[in-house]
């Protein structure tokens, strides 16, 4: 996202200020985010540079026995960690930037947090999909650069996606080309060569892999952090804001719970299940936060059972808050999400804690019950707040008698009072949070209101008072799910259409070169059926006839007929071009299919046999120059993990998973979800 040059992909079609980019992006974009997610690039290449310099220290710790040598390691290791740790925390400053996200009119409303995108660098798909277009598929390489070009424009764009649901449909056709893409040109047999190397959105730790898989589970995070993106920047001083905002935040939680249940074992920690599963309670408990303001928009009437809901659906809001907070305090997640965010969701919590304590003392202190009240409703609305009641006292008892309903809403507003004077205490300790403006005030103006409102009740009897006030039973009449990610909505097509159906023409399938076969009509039969839909294939041939001697075989796929390509055509429609021939002889080309059994070992990035699954800081010290040398040679293995290392048999991190050994291979039809189930792993 740093690069300010237009991609190369760039269409001029429309002037003026949508003109010269794909829809959906705009790398010149001159914003806030724009300058955060540079500023998040820069920190990352530093990070990069600290975490090598730290593994090139631990590897000469370990190799050298002089003792001075040794000191003056040491001494340099402490000056790199404490680097790493100021570079951390700067990156933590980024992700806390959420002022910077938040929508631009004024308001008056804690700021939500968004998630910020994955960086990555750029990728050359270049030579090794021209080379395996000539040796898998024997077909001039050449007539793709166009259709190459336009993948490597695509994934250009989506480095810079515009904060809009063009950007999102923008990620979402490059994630479904991406199944197409690894469907034709990544067989699980074998590494193309393409490095895709990508930075933890929390740590800026690379993650570096030949392993399309990682591409794919980074592109879903972006989608989802673009959810987030733009629902903290709806207008949430509107119903229609609103309304979008949570709909954005139950995306976001939908996409991200994809990303967990669908790709397993990710070796990044900002996409490592435990962290997921964080994320997706925090943007749930947003839109949960977004539905409360959506009731109170129109303003909060000063009545009985207007306020007993207030209650409960502000207690909801401060207890979904509550669990996030819990969640972000649990290892492993605890030493990577950001500190602010937690103190964050400890604040939200107590909070709206606090404004149900307000809500419902608000109602004690305010509604005496009158004559033409209807007692049994009142009762049982009130009696649906509480688990329980204190000693000595009964919800009925408490409606009618003035004393007592005054002592009840009176520990109420001190347990509200306890609740902000919490939140702000916690806000004075985090330094980025106190630095938030509106979050101050809008503590602030909550704690001075239960002040004033306790202040004007009666305080001469306060000491004699010992009634606790109990705790609210949240409930709401909103729930909030997440919602699975719909990508059949976005259509596309395959960039590289042209090969032939992708049930056929596929990485996992090996064919011969094209055979040119000269067909003679002899006493007006061919001598072989066809059969199949597209391509069409060779059936009951006869022996008898020249096609069988030219070398034609049963089972054979005709690719072209005449010179003129047909790997969609179907069977009428290649019959209809031999008949049109007459008796005159006809060229075409068929492939044979080859076998393809083989096997691989199944290595991961962080795991072996008999090892602790552990989530490990991958980070390959080559140059980019020699990358295009992982063809003809193994890849060395210096990278630092964090994780337990097994001396005796070290996992490689550039290989791919692959079926085992003399396993059958089931044809079926391939799509761009063929590889989208719960069985996907990144290693």
């Keep these: ?159 810079t996606p515009s904060r809009d649901e063009a950007g999102i449909e923008m990620l979402i056709s490059y994630f479904l080309q991406l199944g197409y893409v690894e469907n034709r040109f990544f067989p699980p047999t074998r590494h193309m060569g393409v490095l895709f190397t990508w930075y933890d959105s929390f740590t800026g730790v690379p993650v570096c892999q030949q392993n399309l898989l990682l591409e794919k589970a980074s592109i879903l995070f972006n989608i989802g952090a673009l959810y987030t993106q733009i629902g903290t920047r709806c207008n949430r001083q509107t119903q229609a804001g609103l309304e979008n905002a949570v709909d954005a935040f139950q995306r976001a939680a939908g996409v991200l719970s994809y990303l967990k249940e669908t790709f397993t074992h990710t070796p990044s920690y900002d996409m490592s299940p435990a962290m997921l599963n964080v994320l997706v309670k925090m943007m749930l408990a947003q839109a949960q936060e977004c539905v409360f303001e959506q009731i109170g928009l129109p303003g909060i009437r000063n009545e009985f059972f207007t306020l007993v809901k207030m209650t409960q659906e502000v207690a909801k809001v401060g207890e979904v808050y509550m669990l996030v907070n819990t969640a972000m305090n649990q290892e492993p997640v605890k030493e990577n999400i950001p500190y602010s965010w937690s103190k964050l969701a400890q604040i939200k919590s107590d909070h709206y804690k606090a404004l149900a304590h307000y809500f419902i003392a608000t109602v004690l202190c305010d509604h005496e019950l009158q004559s033409g009240d209807d007692e049994d409703q009142q009762e049982k609305a009130l009696s649906q707040l509480y688990d329980y009641m204190p000693e000595g006292l009964m919800v009925l008892t408490v409606l009618k008698d003035k004393v007592q ?15 902000h004077e919490e939140a702000l205490r916690v806000c004075g300790l985090c330094k980025k949070l106190r630095n938030i403006d509106v979050l101050q005030e809008v503590l602030t103006a909550a704690h001075k209101r239960s002040l004033l409102k306790y202040a004007q009740q009666e305080t001469e009897d306060d ?29 596309v097509k395959d960039f590289f259409h042209r090969l032939g159906p992708l049930t056929v023409f596929s990485a996992k399938q090996r064919w011969t070169a094209p055979r040119t076969i000269h067909i003679h009509h002899e006493e007006g039969e061919l001598g072989f059926g066809l059969k199949g839909g597209s391509p069409v294939q060779i059936y009951c041939l006869d022996p ?58 199944n290595k991961s990035a962080t795991y072996s046999v008999g090892m602790q699954k552990t989530y490990s800081l991958i980070c390959l010290a080559m140059e980019e120059d020699k990358i295009d040398q992982t063809k003809k040679a193994p890849l060395k293995l210096p990278f630092l993990s964090w994780g337990t290392k097994n001396r005796q048999k070290a996992a490689s991190t550039l290989c791919l998973p692959s079926a085992v050994a003399g396993s059958s291979q089931i044809k079926k039809k391939l799509s761009p979800f063929t590889l989208l189930n719960t069985e996907s792993s990144l290693y």
């Design 1 to 159: 996202m740093t690069d300010a040059l237009p991609p190369r992909g760039c269409q001029a079609a429309e002037p003026a200020e949508d003109g010269y980019f794909r829809k959906g992006c705009n790398p010149l974009a001159e914003t806030g985010r724009s300058k955060l997610q540079n500023q998040r690039a820069v920190l990352n290449q530093q990070i990069l540079r600290a975490v090598r310099m730290r593994a090139g220290a631990e590897n000469l710790l370990r190799a050298t026995t002089n003792n001075k040598v040794r000191e003056q390691v040491l001494l340099e290791l402490s000056f790199v960690n404490s680097d790493l740790q100021i570079l951390k925390e700067e990156l933590e400053g980024l992700n806390i930037s959420v002022e910077v996200y938040q929508n631009t009119e004024e308001t008056f409303s804690i700021p939500l947090v968004p998630l910020g995108l994955k960086e990555t660098k750029e990728v050359d798909f270049t030579l090794p999909l021209k080379d395996f277009i000539l040796e898998h598929y024997s077909e001039d390489s050449s007539e793709y650069e166009d259709e190459i070009a336009d993948l490597m424009d695509l994934r250009q764009a989506c480095r």
């Design 405 to 419: 309903r005054k002592q009840l809403g009176k520990a109420h507003l001190r347990k509200a009072i306890v609740y």
């Design 463 to 491: 000491f004699l008072s010992l009634i606790q006030a109990p705790d609210i039973l949240p409930k709401t009449e909103y729930k909030i799910e997440t919602i699975a990610p719909q990508f059949s909505k976005v259509k």
């Design 544 to 601: 008898v006839y020249s096609a069988a001697s030219m070398g034609l075989k049963e089972g054979d796929y005709i690719v072209s007929v005449g010179g003129v390509d047909c790997k969609w055509l179907g069977v009428n429609e290649v019959l209809e071009k031999l008949r049109n021939v007459g008796e005159q002889p006809i060229e075409i080309e068929v492939i044979s299919c080859q076998d393809t059994a083989s096997s691989m070992h």
